[in-house]
């Protein structure tokens, strides 16, 4: 299975914002836009620019919209500028997460133009719909109804092992695993490994992962004899039709209500590659992740907010080609730097913009990777790039 491959072929299926507005402008005031906004009509073709925005520290804060934020895109909505939202987060289905943004954003969003961590891991579910999977995240009973929805068939949680297998884990349960299954036999060979979100009870994880990566053909208790051969490439480890195993987001801190960044999915990442280092002495682990800042993400974000535009007035017909995105931003090693290395297949130029409502915080020294604007927040960001387009209300 080629996850690449599959990426690639996913998702088929003022007047400028506010005149004389500085990069530092404040917040947009709401009354002024929307009656702008009133005079758009629904039918007008979408603009050639575009904007991509994270959610966390960009739209809302610990789930609270961050000022400017639903103004902003009732605008975009307004004036038919196309967004999409692209967050690191998951642990949630698609439909849930929107329903629950449009209602804390006060803007009817769609399942069309939002993507989260873990939303192109649907693009696999065809290849192991019929073998069995284990995910985790944190709330892994959640993950398995994502799971299921996406179309995976057969899914295992570290908590099914544990009620099936208790010596498995020498001490006090770390998990409430009362909802797990009962295993059988042929449970036991395990075909792909998912990360949908922040794992809670890292120890068990790790354990579970390292069992299935040193196991002959991924069936858990067995040992590969490959391992640790000098003979064979990679020194014989993952090489025994171990399952491959899929993280949905690399970002090592988020922005949470705690005043410092605290650890995300990279943090679990981390500490599970370096567990595979003393397992292994010294082997890098063979793994596959996506989410910003990765360019696989990139391209899926692209090829969603193209589809996006088309569905926006029904047809692709006369629509022209996207020239230009902003990524909004408030991780410059996640959002800005996935856009700044990225180059699009199809000319589209990507622009990023780095906010100060999130994870960056000014005062600890400039961002690890600059980007080609710096607002204050979502608005001020919006307004710049508005205003760089010369676009102007119709
Ligand atoms: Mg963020």
Not at 97 to 118: A, M, P
Not at 254 to 261: D, K, R
Request: with cysteine; glycine share 8%.
């Amino acid at each position: 299975m080629s996850f690449i491959l599959k990426m690639n072929h996913a998702c088929r299926r003022t007047n400028a914002l506010l005149s004389g507005s500085r990069l530092n402008a404040k917040i947009c005031n709401r009354q002024v836009l929307v009656s702008r906004c009133l005079t758009t009509s629904n039918r007008r073709a979408p603009s050639p620019f575009a904007f991509v925005f994270d959610i966390d520290g960009v739209l809302l804060h610990e789930s609270r919209p961050i000022p400017g934020a639903t103004e902003t895109l009732e605008f975009l909505q307004k004036e038919h500028i196309p967004f999409i939202l692209l967050t690191n987060g998951g642990g949630k289905h698609e439909t849930e997460r929107v329903q629950e943004l449009s209602k804390r954003l006060q803007v009817q969003l769609s399942t069309n133009n939002f993507i989260q961590s873990h939303t192109p891991f649907r693009q696999l579910a065809s290849d192991l719909q019929n073998k069995n999977v284990l995910v985790t995240g944190s709330n892994a009973e959640k993950i398995r109804g994502i799971a299921k929805q996406y179309g995976f068939k057969n899914v295992i949680t570290p908590a099914d092992i544990l009620r099936s297998y208790p010596d498995i884990w020498p001490f006090e349960p770390p998990l409430d695993f009362s909802s797990g299954r009962v295993l059988s036999q042929k449970d036991l060979k395990i075909d792909g490994i998912f990360v949908y979100n922040d794992p809670r009870d890292w120890a068990f994880d790790i354990q579970l992962i390292v069992d299935l990566l040193l196991s002959e053909n991924g069936v858990l208790g067995t040992l590969s004899a490959s391992n640790g051969r000098r003979d064979l490439p990679n020194n014989g480890w993952q090489l025994d039709g171990q399952p491959s195993i899929f993280f949905s987001n690399p970002d090592l801190y988020w922005s949470t209500a705690y005043h410092l960044p605290r650890f995300g999915q990279g943090a679990f990442q981390g500490a599970l590659s370096g567990v595979w280092k003393q397992v292994t002495g010294g082997q890098e682990l063979k793994c596959h992740i996506i989410g910003k800042p990765h360019h696989h993400t990139f391209e899926y974000a692209e090829r969603v907010l193209n589809d996006h535009r088309t569905t926006m007035i029904g047809t692709s017909a006369g629509i022209g080609s996207l020239q230009t995105v902003y990524m909004v931003g408030d991780n410059p090693e996640s959002d800005i730097r996935g856009a700044n290395r990225y180059k699009s297949a199809h000319g589209t130029k990507w622009n990023s913009i780095l906010v100060k409502t999130g994870v960056w915080d000014q005062e600890r020294g400039n961002p690890t990777c600059v980007p080609d604007a710096i607002a204050d927040n979502v608005s001020a960001a919006v307004k710049w790039a508005v205003e760089r387009e010369n676009w102007r209300s119709s």
